[in-house]
C-alpha cells in the first residue's frame, strides 16, 4: 500500500453563541483543516486540524501541508508512520517543529494510523493497544458567558444544570479573568450545583506566580479537583515551584508542542497532572511516546479535549484518569461516527479508524 494523495478541504465553522475563558472570546467563527490520505488501495485516512480561536491558522497549515509536506509523503508506505514523521521533521525542522509545523504533522500523522486502522478493520485504540474501553469523563461549561457578570451567573448556572442532567458527575470551570471573590461565587454556585462530584478549575495562563499561589491556596481550601494552567507555558519553573506550594493538584500541558517539551515539564515537576492536546501531540505517534513518559514517571493524564480521536488515544493510555467534553453530542453533529457518553462515562468506539471522517453534508454546507 502506497499513499496516493493528500487532499485538503478548508472549512468555515459559522459564529455560535459566544463564550469566553481568562483569554480569549469563542464562537465567533472560525475556520478548519479536513484532511484526507489516500492510497492505491483504496483505503482512506482522514483528519481535522480546529482552532478554537483565530481565522487562520488553518490556511497556514494547508499551505504547510500541501507545499511542504504532501510532496515527501506520495508514494510512502502509510505502515511506516514513524518514518514519515522523520521524513516530515527532517523539512520541517528549519523553521521550528512546533506552533502550525506540529499542527500539520499532526493532521497527517493521524490520517496515516486512521489509515491503518481502517486496513485493518479495526477501531483505532485496539491498534494502539487498549488499556480499558470506558473512562470518567467531565463537561468543560463553566465558561465566561456575555449575558453574565461579577454578581449574576444564570448562563453560567443554566450550563452546568445541563451538562448535570446529561449525566455528568463534574464539570470544569473558568477562573482568573475577575477578582479573586468573582471566582470563589463561581466555584461555590457550580459544587452547591454538582453536589459531591469534582469541579475542576482553570485559569488559562493568565495568572503571575505569586497571584496563582494566592488563589490556588483558595481554591485548596475550598476543595476543587484541580487547578488548571495558572502560568505560561513556558514558566516550568514557576510550574514546579507552584506545584511544591500547593497540595491541590496543578494540571498543565495542553499547551506543550510533542515529547521534548513534556519531558521537560515532568522533570521539572512541574505538574501533578499531565493534559495533553492531541493537536499539539503531532498525532498517534507522538501521544504515545508522551502516554509512556508520563507511564514512567507514574503521572495521570487527563486530556484536553475530547473529540473522538482523543477518546481512541486515552483508551490506549496506561495513566489516563478523566476525558475532558463540551457535552452530550446534540444532533447528527459534523463526523460520520458519534462520541458516546453515558452516565459520566465516554466508552470506546468500535467503528474502524479514529473517528474524524466528516458528513458529506457538512463537507459541503462548510468548504470554502
Not at 517543529?97 to 493521524?110: K, P, R, S, V, Y
Not at 514546579?240 to 515537576?269: D, F, R, S
Request: proline share 6%; glycine share 12%.
Amino acid at each position: 500500500m502506497k499513499i496516493s494523495r493528500i487532499e485538503s478541504i478548508l472549512l468555515k465553522n459559522a459564529p455560535g453563541r459566544i463564550f469566553e475563558d481568562a483569554q480569549h472570546p469563542f464562537g465567533t467563527g472560525t475556520e478548519e483543516l479536513y484532511l484526507r490520505v489516500h492510497t492505491d488501495e483504496g483505503v482512506t485516512g482522514h483528519a481535522s486540524i480546529g482552532f478554537g480561536v483565530g481565522l487562520h491558522g488553518a490556511r497556514a497549515v494547508r499551505e504547510i501541508i500541501d507545499r511542504q509536506c504532501a510532496p515527501l509523503l506520495l508514494g510512502q508506505d502509510p505502515f511506516q508512520p514513524r518514518a514519515c514523521r522523520e521524513r516530515l521533521a527532517a523539512e520541517l525542522e528549519y523553521a521550528g517543529i512546533e506552533g502550525l509545523a506540529h499542527f500539520a504533522m499532526t493532521g497527517l500523522d493521524t490520517a496515516l494510523w486512521d489509515i491503518m486502522a481502517r486496513a485493518l478493520g479495526v477501531p483505532g485504540w485496539r491498534l494502539l493497544g487498549a488499556c480499558r474501553d470506558r473512562l470518567p469523563t467531565y463537561a468543560m461549561v463553566g465558561w465566561y458567558y456575555p449575558e453574565d457578570d461579577e454578581l449574576h451567573l444564570d448562563g453560567y448556572q443554566r450550563a452546568i444544570e445541563a451538562a448535570l442532567a446529561d449525566g455528568y458527575a463534574g464539570v470544569k470551570i473558568k477562573v482568573g479573568r475577575g477578582s479573586l471573590d468573582e471566582d470563589v461565587r463561581r466555584i461555590e454556585l457550580a459544587q452547591a450545583l454538582v453536589g459531591e462530584g469534582p469541579v475542576m478549575v482553570d485559569a488559562n495562563q493568565v495568572l503571575s506566580r505569586n497571584e496563582a499561589l494566592r488563589r490556588g491556596l483558595v481554591y485548596e481550601e475550598l476543595g476543587v479537583a484541580w487547578f488548571e494552567e495558572p502560568l505560561r507555558p513556558h514558566d516550568k519553573p514557576g510550574y514546579a515551584w507552584l506545584c511544591q506550594q500547593l497540595a491541590l493538584p496543578v494540571a498543565a500541558g495542553e499547551n506543550e508542542y510533542g515529547k521534548y517539551h513534556v519531558y521537560e515539564l515532568l522533570t521539572a515537576g512541574g505538574c501533578d497532572i499531565l493534559q495533553p492536546d492531541r493537536r499539539r501531540t503531532a498525532g498517534p505517534s507522538e501521544w504515545m511516546e508522551i502516554a509512556g513518559l508520563a507511564a514512567a514517571m507514574h503521572v495521570p493524564i487527563a486530556s484536553h479535549g475530547g473529540d473522538l480521536a482523543t477518546v481512541h488515544l486515552l483508551m490506549a493510555t496506561p495513566t489516563a484518569i478523566w476525558c475532558e467534553t463540551g457535552g452530550v453530542p446534540k444532533g447528527p453533529g459534523a463526523t460520520v461516527e458519534r462520541t458516546r457518553i453515558e452516565n459520566g462515562w465516554v466508552y470506546a468506539p468500535e467503528a474502524p479508524g479514529f473517528g474524524l471522517e466528516l458528513r458529506e453534508e457538512s463537507i459541503a454546507r462548510r468548504a470554502i
